[in-house]
Antibody, heavy 119, light 108 residues
Framework: QVQLVQSGAEVKNPGASVKVSCKAS????????IHWVRQAPGQGLEWMGI????????RYAQKFQDRVTMTRDTSTSTVYMELSSLRSEDTAVYYC????????????WGQGTLVTVSS | SYVLTQPPSVSVAPGQTARITCGGN??????VHWYQQKPGQAPVVVVY???DRPSGIPERFSGSNSGNTATLTISRVEAGDEADYYC???????????FGGGTKLTVL
């Protein structure tokens, strides 16, 4: 069965970086795009960007353009999202989700990773 | 940037019909997807490409999209439908994914 399994919760100091992983299984890794979406406490969904696992091409939301890096490792079917220069407003649950085609719906989601930014 | 507008809340009695709207400029020309999110859980798609339903989603969930408004309709609402609902489109001008602000469905 299709699964996207994310890494565990993180606590970071302001100014630090965090790297969250998303390991895919149950399907051909390179056949689906992976998106990252975050949700601050009590807030709505916010799209951060997308990576094409085939060639590694990325596209980021302008808000995160200079702070986010998405990469993939095809040998382990894992996608990574690194967010730098963390601030308290980055405290959120971060989700990975897959889509068939870069404009398709998100048919499977990871379980979410809580990132807490606090001194 | 493209903006999707949802009502913050919708309330409905069990057995009645809930309609959740998603407004956007000429949204009828885009494909709209809808997600249900229950507390502490990841979102789940309930309608995609305006009106298609994934396997396992009850027929009570349906969608439509025309003009400047897309609508998620939930017929014969049950207590288990209580959740937050989000609409999603791709903004072709920016190539970005856009979510609506979300609607909390309360079953009275």
């Amino acid at each position: 069965q299709v699964q996207l399994v994310q890494s565990g919760a993180e606590v970071k100091n302001p100014g630090a970086s965090v790297k969250v992983s998303c390991k895919a299984s149950g399907y051909t890794f390179t056949s689906y795009y992976i998106h990252w979406v975050r949700q601050a406490p009590g807030q709505g969904l916010e799209w951060m960007g997308i990576i094409n696992p085939t060639g590694g091409r990325t596209r980021y939301a302008q808000k995160f353009q200079d702070r986010v890096t998405m990469t993939r490792d095809t040998s382990t079917s894992t996608v990574y999202m690194e967010l730098s220069s963390l601030r308290s407003e980055d405290t959120a649950v971060y989700y990975c989700a897959r889509s068939l085609g870069d404009s398709g719906h998100f048919d499977y989601w990871g379980q979410g990773t809580l990132v807490t930014v606090s001194s | 940037s493209y903006v999707l507008t949802q009502p913050p809340s919708v309330s409905v009695a069990p057995g009645q019909t809930a309609r959740i709207t998603c407004g956007g400029n000429n949204i009828g020309s885009k494909s709209v997807h809808w997600y249900q999110q229950k507390p502490g859980q990841a979102p789940v798609v309930v309608v995609y490409d305006d009106s298609d339903r994934p396997s396992g989603i009850p027929e009570r969930f349906s969608g439509s999209n025309s003009g400047n408004t897309a609508t998620l309709t939930i017929s014969r609402v049950e207590a288990g439908d209580e959740a937050d609902y989000y609409c999603h489109v791709r903004d072709s001008s920016s190539d970005n994914v856009v979510f609506g602000g979300g609607t909390k469905l309360t079953v009275l």
